[in-house]
């Protein structure tokens, strides 16, 4: 189904012809988001140049039934800013307003195109900065940051993006105009900031976003252990966070990411020879303190059966080992062409037994597997590398995939700590929730968006993962095996 | 139905057990698990009959409109609790000083400091009160990681999770924290833990309102995000006059350091408290705050936390006689006292030109009802929230005072 003429035109009129694209090329571009293997046309693109622009257009669509997917940088990685042929992108990488920096009350008005980190340099000069950190920071918006509840190493201990969002002010569906929450952060009424968060853009667009704004440290070190086993640094991790340290990053990596992060550009002095590493950051405001967590953190470690533990002597050290952290997913394509991130959440203390089985399940099916994630949180990302060329590859990967997600569900755990649902999870959300719990959310986004044309056939299955993943095109070489090649969010 | 009637049904459908002996309140209905609570609930829809849900009944008087009440103080196990990933379940019937308690007993803590011991777990919770720890850690939902819901209509609803880290599917469990049972009843819930800090430090010093504001802000301004920090009423603190008291918690040295850099910016010497005396400073305010029978909440800013206490002073409370504590990184006044419905509404009138809202906390059913938790909603949220309730309680058994007032 084509969007009809009459809304285009009326839109065009609204936001100039230049930026409403219908053409192949264009539509091309925002045919995938991070996770490059979902691949959908959308119906056209349209790019307003302002709030007030963007409540028209949205009227427009409203009137003229037209469903709609709001996106930010296209930075996500579970397909949830893809659309199909009957639906309008609307990108909001214009709206990019700074509105309000008040470092009195800690807090900071965005329009939702602004760039995660351009907002914690904004807010540096006070010394304050925006403290969820997505690995994919330096591109993607808060707009999405919002819409997927967004995380990032430091989450561990300054909370994922839900805890820093004060007040939104949304347009639903219909083109009302909503504000949710208050300037100091007080819900008036429901929560319903908080229902929002975290919504995959199905409920409305948040168009202005009041968030808390956070203290930078000013004292900070960064611990690098190495081990001879995932399970001691699994045993490692659950040690710390037991012992009452609040790490702001206790990260870790297996030996396929530390090695190919050491052939890579982005080198950064990982010991090539360990099975996992950890990447413990401590910080706060007083030197000694600091030091002194830091040494906790570094008894714990070798408690645990580190066979070093390396401080970073300065500020280059430091930025490098994070470096290293951070571009380990584009580092993996040195290994195959395509990736799929996957991301879950068990409880720490699992990690060494899930972190064991996540290797049987890549033995048995012959694939491989570099782990880098947050590791203080339990949020795992095992990434499995492979060649989408390849038929028989592509259906192991799948495979492994699923079972993965099986045994992250099993030990107690989530199906996605960051990277939200969108198309790619919903296949497993009724493993997770029982059909009246699926049923109270689907009621409620329908209380938002009647008609459902917010980012249609997201988040929720409707009776089964397949009719959802039916309703979108997906590259006939890729199946519906999700890969990255891009930088992800993660 | 005559409320004998009524209570012998009640007995029919859940047994005798479940439904304590009347006097001259609606029936009592008391579950020992999630399935009678759904039965009773999925019943009431069918009959009509209207429920107020009561948890352990200390904290506020249950509204009057009811049929029946639903309480949860035998849903009360704790457990389990898992010191090593610091996540505890309970029930939502456990007391509060049990909960807490208990786990304290195994190292861990919940960093939330809301007043009522003997209240429940789901009280707090359904209420969404807070205490001065809210200025370190965050509102309650910040510590809540997955709850299981009883609809109105008696669904059983598990949302969340028992992780620290979740996205999949919509946050439902926001809509059952601070909504006085409007969504449903809350049931068990899986809590993020802490372990408990090594060292515990607070520092209170005496002021005029206006002098301690301002030291407060240095405070903050300073960079430091303090454990708690709060400016306290001379009927809050029982001294005179207004107290601004500072919890520190952390390491050792983190405390020592922290302790220091207050020191600097406060405009004299603090009292440093230890041990019971160190409690007292905290408990005090907390156990006075329920002997009024009306506690409000107001939201402003750290910056305009002056004009919202002259608003409230001015609505509520002139001259200053009430219990007031002010919680500066928040922005946010709660006051507690002797209210009628007019002046409750004139103060909410002025604090929404302000952009701050009111939530009633507690109050008579009488005054709740007149006046509402929340009071009118803004344009177009109205619809969002009357089209949640009807989601979750479609035949609107529920008695509520969410919902706005006539």
């Known amino acids: ?490 | 139905m005559t409320r004998p009637a009524l209570t012998d049904r009640l007995r029919q459908l859940l047994g005798n057990e479940a439904v304590a002996d009347g006097d001259d309140a609606p029936p009592l209905v008391l579950p020992t698990d999630e399935a009678t609570c759904a039965l009773l609930l999925r019943t009431a829809s069918v009959e009509g009959w209207r429920v107020a849900i009561v948890g352990a009944g200390t904290w506020m008087p249950p509204p009057s409109a009811a049929d029946l009440r639903l309480g949860t103080a035998r849903l009360d196990a704790l457990g389990p609790v898992d010191p090593a990933d610091l996540v505890a379940t309970a029930l939502a019937g456990v007391r509060w000083d049990t909960l807490r308690r208990g786990l304290g007993d195994q190292h861990v803590w919940l960093a939330q400091d809301a007043p009522g011991g003997n209240r429940t777990l789901g009280s707090v919770l359904a209420t969404g009160t807070t205490g001065p720890l809210r200025s370190g850690f965050g509102p309650l939902r910040d510590q809540v990681l997955g709850l299981s819901l009883v609809t109105g209509d008696g669904r059983v609803l598990h949302v969340g999770g028992r992780v620290v880290k979740n996205v999949a599917g919509y946050d439902l469990a926001k809509l059952a924290l601070g909504t006085f049972g409007a969504f449903g009843v809350i049931t068990r819930v899986h809590l993020r833990l802490r372990a408990v800090p090594r060292a515990d430090c607070t520092l209170s010093i005496p002021g005029t309102r206006d002098d301690l504001l301002e030291a407060g802000r240095e405070v903050l301004a300073s960079g430091l995000t303090p454990a708690a920090l709060e400016l306290l009423s001379p009927a809050a603190a029982k001294s005179q006059p207004w107290l601004l008291a500072v919890r520190l918690l952390g390491s050792d040295t983190e405390v020592s350091a922290e302790q220091t850099a207050v020191q600097a910016v406060l405009p004299g010497t603090a009292t440093h408290h230890r041990g019971s005396d160190a409690a007292a400073v905290w408990d005090r305010p907390l156990e006075t705050a329920v002997t009024a029978p009306v506690t409000v909440r107001v939201g402003a800013t750290p910056a305009t936390l002056d004009e919202a206490l002259d608003l409230v002073a001015l609505h509520l409370d002139e001259p200053i006689a009430d219990w007031i504590m002010a919680t500066l990184s928040a922005g946010v006044v709660r006051w507690s006292g002797t209210a009628t419905p007019e002046a409750l509404r004139r103060l909410r009138r002025a604090a929404a030109e302000h952009e701050w809202p009111m939530t009633l906390e507690r109050a008579p059913w009488h005054v709740r009802a007149e006046v509402g938790h929340f009071g009118a909603y803004r344009e177009g949220v109205v619809r969002i929230v009357q089209g949640l309730r009807a989601s979750f309680d479609p035949a609107g058994v529920l008695v509520t005072s969410i919902d706005p007032p006539p």
């Open chain 1, 1 to 490: 189904m084509s969007i009809a003429s009459q809304a285009l035109d009326a839109i065009a009129g609204v936001v100039g012809p230049r930026w409403v694209r219908g053409d192949q090329a264009s539509r091309e571009t925002y045919a995938s988001d991070g996770l490059s293997t979902l691949h959908a046309l959308p119906g056209a693109v349209v790019l307003p140049g302002s709030r007030d622009e963007l409540l028209r257009v949205v009227r427009i669509l409203a009137h003229h039934g037209v469903p709609f997917v709001a996106r930010g940088a296209g930075t996500g990685l579970s397909g949830g800013a893809v659309a199909n042929a009957d639906a309008v992108v609307l990108g909001l990488t214009r709206l990019t307003r700074i509105l309000d920096l008040d470092p009195e009350n800690r807090r900071a008005v965005v329009e939702p195109g602004v760039i995660n980190t351009r907002l914690s340099k904004a807010a540096a000069p006070y010394g304050l900065h925006y403290a969820p950190d997505p690995s994919s920071q330096t591109a993607c918006t808060v707009g999405g940051n919002v819409a997927e509840n967004a995380g990032g190493p430091h989450c561990l201990k300054y909370g994922v993006t839900t805890q820093h969002v004060l007040a939104l002010e949304v347009v639903l569906p219909s083109g009302d105009v909503v504000e949710l929450g208050s300037p100091g952060g007080e819900p008036w009424g429901p929560d319903l900031v908080g229902v929002f968060v975290g919504s995959e853009g199905t409920f409305g667009i948040a168009t202005r976003i009041t968030v808390r704004l956070t203290p930078l440290p000013t004292a900070v070190r960064t611990l690098l252990a190495d081990f001879d086993s995932l399970r001691a640094a699994g045993e490692a991790v659950s040690a710390i966070i037991a012992s009452g340290i609040v790490p702001a990053a206790l990260e870790m990596m297996d030996g396929t990411c530390v090695r190919v992060v050491e052939a890579s550009i982005y080198r950064a002095g990982y010991p090539t020879d360990a099975a996992a590493v950890l990447l413990v950051e401590v910080d706060g405001r007083d030197e000694t303190a600091v030091a002194d967590l830091a040494e906790a953190a570094a008894a714990h470690l070798r408690r645990a059966g580190a066979r070093s533990v390396r401080s970073a002597r300065e500020a280059a050290e430091r930025e490098r080992l994070w470096q290293g952290r951070k571009k380990t997913f584009g580092a993996l394509g040195r290994l195959s062409p395509d990736l799929v991130v996957q991301d879950a959440v068990v409880p720490r203390s699992a990690l060494p037994d899930v972190l064991e089985a996540i290797s049987a399940i890549a033995a048995r099916y012959g694939v491989t597997v570099g782990n880098v994630f947050h590791a203080g949180d339990g949020n795992l990302h095992p990434n499995i590398t492979f060649d989408r060329r390849d038929a028989d590859q592509r259906h192991r990967v799948q495979r492994a995939a699923a079972e993965m997600m099986q045994v992250c569900i099993a030990a107690g755990g989530t199906i996605t700590g960051e990277h939200g649902v969108g198309i790619d999870k919903l296949r497993y959300m009724a493993d997770l929730f029982d059909p009246s719990t699926l049923g109270a959310m689907r009621a409620v986004r329908r209380v938002f968006d009647p008609a459902e044309r917010a980012n249609p056939g997201k988040v929720i299955p409707v009776r089964s993962c397949r009719e959802w993943s039916g309703s979108f095109g997906h590259r006939a070489d890729a199946s519906v095996v999700p890969a990255v090649t891009a930088e992800p969010a993660s």
